[in-house]
């Protein structure tokens, strides 16, 4: 099929995939609500909640397939292409807002709620009343060392070597974007690869990290407001990790299949965008996390 005037905007006749989306959404949700709550539904519960997570694992599978089709058949034109990618930045700044929550969260109880419960300010004395003697330092677990003592973990160890693993991931998918805007596609698919196991070995190292933190230091998700504050930054960062380096493995197979081209590859910067953004999370992440 020919590539379609400029002045014309291809919208697809279809639009089963959204519907699929809701159903899936509305059963894992349904599911995991019933099941997080201990609801005595055993052995239904889980079920409904895996049903659910399969309808959606069918449904991306189906609507980027289709979406995958459309482009190499040449259907969308620099209007769509402009669409996705106002979408892709839009989606990339609520994921920007998402992060900001949590470092808000963690700015607030070290600034204000720690220094407060320690007696700073005209606040009732409430290290008096309520926490005498609780010394403010940070990391704490809370007054009263909620779930006993634990240590934190070095920014100079793990740490350290997963930024630098994620800062040459940055290094080697801008080299692969250089290769695939000259033509060498090869050359691409070689620093694609490389791009994706240090992705997997970011992953690697930072279950590492967490069986160290559980097993030997104490420290999990029920160490005080540290705890909370780091396992939830640091978890919704591997999540979009794993994420990320699952898009890079599609990209990586589609370059190997021969779809993109040098003038026309927005699948390809799409996912590049997206993980630049979670090196740049990871760096403010590893300075107030682990360094500050």
């Known amino acids: 099929m020919t590539e379609m005037s400029e002045k014309q905007y291809y919208v697809p006749h279809t639009a089963k995939w959204p519907i699929v989306a809701c159903v899936g959404l509305f059963v894992s949700v349904i599911g995991a609500s019933l099941k997080f709550n ?6 239904t519960t889980p079920w409904v909640m895996y049903a659910g997570f399969a309808i959606l694992i069918f449904m991306f599978f189906g609507w980027f397939g289709e979406v995958i089709k459309e482009s190499e058949d040449n259907l969308y034109n620099k209007q769509v292409d402009a669409s996705f990618r106002a979408g892709m930045i839009w989606f990339i700044f609520s994921e920007v807002m998402f992060f900001a929550s949590f470092f808000g969260a963690l700015f607030y109880a070290r600034t204000f709620a720690v220094p407060w419960l320690g007696g700073e300010g005209a606040n009732l004395a409430t290290n008096v009343q309520l926490w005498s003697g609780y010394e403010a330092v940070w990391p704490t677990n809370g007054p009263g060392e909620l779930n006993g003592r634990f240590e934190t973990i070095s920014a100079f160890s793990l740490p350290l070597v997963n930024t630098l693993l994620l800062l040459t991931s940055s290094i080697t998918i801008t080299i692969a974007h250089h290769a695939l ?7 691409t698919i070689i620093w694609m690869i490389a791009t994706v196991l240090l992705g997997a070995t970011f992953l690697f190292y930072q279950a590492e990290e967490y069986i160290e933190a559980y ?17 939830m930054l640091t978890g919704f960062h591997g999540l979009h990790v794993t994420l990320g380096t699952i ?21 390809f910067e799409a996912v590049a965008w997206y993980w630049h953004f979670v090196d740049v999370v990871w760096l403010g992440l590893f300075i107030f996390v682990y360094v500050l």
């Open 181 to 187: 805007r000259a033509g060498d596609r090869k050359k």
């Open 215 to 231: 097993q030997h230091l104490n420290l999990t998700l029920k160490s005080g407001i540290y705890g909370s504050t780091f396992f």
């Open 38 to 43: 201990s609801l005595d539904l055993e052995p």
């Open 247 to 267: 898009m890079l493995i599609v990209i990586t197979l589609r370059l190997m299949k021969g779809h993109f081209k040098p003038n026309n590859h927005f699948g």
